[in-house]
């Protein structure tokens, strides 16, 4: 695996479980990303053929989870009173719209079938409340050992129209001990807004059904001004895009700010094909170009697709 380098401790972490409250369950699978879970390649990510790969790459599939005792009695509280100040004055308000939850851990047992079926009693059971209060989208996925990821770590990434119905089914007490079930120790989560007006294509949905990879990426940008910041990424991604999609590179979806740090970076690129994940991504100079975007090496992890219940 490549070392991309430590990332910043999550702006939004639950020591208990994530909460889904009333929604029961949808965040059985939540997106988040822990900072020890998975290594990547910040500086070193693949040129193929000469042009420059896709600027970001997810660092979300399916690894998280773990569930612990004391987890269930300390659930960590979500603080949605600022969006950072630092960075918000040079780039206007931070963005209302869709938001990007992720969540990730290490799982409670190594039998997957039994993992598999914790977590759909859950996630069916909070599918109905979840969706009601605008989670829209659940994938759940696994880790791999490419690009020195934790095999079989699950990540779970949900799509939500507004931060308050995410925050209040994270937080409700009842989801965080329906949910910590599903975890040796308490997972990480953390929420970010959706930035379509970054450079992108495709869509997390382009990964239903069948085999599918997702590249996920999680740093912190090294500039404060957003706007260049994201001319920065737009031509990274720009340059790399034809060269990404040709290879099966079928989505670039990015996320910018945390409700505290309009500066946290998450973006997840879907892969139909994984022969040429780690050459792409391990290219020295996409590397260099991807990793002057931030303060520090980003982790980049690799998960695959499932087949647990998700919408």
Known sequence: MTTLGPL????LLFTALLGLGACGDDGASEGETGDT????????????????GPSTSGPGSSSEGSTSDESATSTGSLDTSSSGSDG?????????GEWGALVRG???????????????AVA????????????????ALLGTPMLGGVEDEFLGIDQWTNLDGALAVYGDPKFQAAFGMLFAAPPTLELFAKRDDWHGWGALEDGDGGDHWYVVVRGRLA???????QAAHDAVAMAGEEGATALGDVA??????TPEDPQEFFAVDVWTDDSMIEAFYGNPKFGKAFGALFEAPP???????TDWHQW
Request: hydrophobic fraction near 35%; proline fraction near 2%.
């Open 124 to 139: 069916m059971g909070g599918q109905e409340a979840a969706m009601m209060a605008g989670d829209f989208g659940h994938d």
């Open 106 to 120: 290490s799982l409670f047992t190594d039998d997957l079938s039994m993992a598999q079926a914790t977590h759909d």
């Open 223 to 229: 500039d404060e001004d957003l706007e260049a910041a």
């Open 8 to 11: 910043r401790r999550p702006t």
């Open 37 to 52: 879970s998975t290594g990547g390649t910040s500086g070193t990510v693949g040129e193929v053929g000469g042009s420059v």
């Open 252 to 257: 670039h979806v990015v996320w910018v700010g």
């Open 299 to 305: 982790t980049v992890a690799v998960y695959g697709s």
């Open 88 to 96: 918000s004055s040079s780039t206007g308000e931070e963005p209302a």
